[in-house]
């Protein structure tokens, strides 16, 4: 059926209005309305342009007061908008109740169940079934990268950190950012990153739940304008390359200079030594993270969740249209660019 207009004009308050002669019915569409919907290429480009990470935001670690994010829905937007722009959050003076965590992540959605469980811990175990349970340095990685849908929001709760222990701060990078420079400075090394396919891979027997899990992606995830909207990163859960034979040696020329990179941005780098009772939220999808080794007597103990990545979003938006300006939310790396 053919919908004919019968009239269009502007209201007093600046919305259109429209009849529709065969439906006999008038609607009013406001302007943020039709800006969204506005196939114009300048509204495209604006609204692409307020997703990108402003570079001054990159490097900070900004923070908020548990007593605050517990008690106010308007605080909680705050530390979610911190994330938003940062890539991260530091909550301060929590306690060391163990379920603390899982009432704050709670708050912003669901806890992401996974192999390793919905509530996990980190701490030094005499025989070790993972590297993160050893008291030696971590090298830069997202978590659980050999998931389809990989964690999104990663929280890790202090529960313990003896002033006797030295090192074992966690440091964070924004690889989405370091990515960007890497095309510029690499454009060949970044398309061959951006187009052969990385295995990423976890082969566990040995445990009582065993895990062959076993993923092909390029490191560096594209638009169709060539924009980063994902990048992945994980040394330690890596499978055999399955690329041809005369792509092998330049793909590994690529991932080491990519790898060197990332070690040579660390003026970037947001260093933080958890203090008992606090937490540290971050975009795993946006920063890589790392360990400084620890030595000495005391203990080290944090546990953590994650979070989906659509959750974090939709609560942020939720909450941005209550308390804040409704503004886009940036890229979070999960290959969309809004
Ligand atoms: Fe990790």
Known sequence: MEIHLEDVKITDDGHLSVRFKEEDHTGTFPPGFLQEHSYS??????????????????????????????????????????????????????????????KFALKIGPIWDNTYGAVWDVKSQKTPTNFGYTNKEMQYHMDLPFYQAMPGIEFLHCLRFDATVEGGQTLFLDITDIAENFRKDHPEEFNILATIPFTFARVHNDRDYPINMVIRRPIIQLNREHEVVAVFWNPTVTGALQAEENEVESFYKAYQLFAKQLYSCQDKEMVVRLQPGEIVIWNNRRLVHRRNAFHGDGDRHFRGVYIDICEYKSRLSILSQKYGDGSSIKRVGNGDWF
């Open 41 to 102: 290429n300048g509204h495209l480009a604006l609204k692409k342009q307020a997703t990108k990470i402003n570079p001054e935001h990159v490097g900070v670690v900004p923070e908020v007061q548990w007593s605050d994010v517990r008690d106010s829905e308007e605080s909680l937007y705050q530390c979610l908008k911190n994330i938003n722009e940062h890539g991260l959050c530091m909550v301060r003076n929590g306690s060391i109740d163990g379920k603390l965590v899982e």
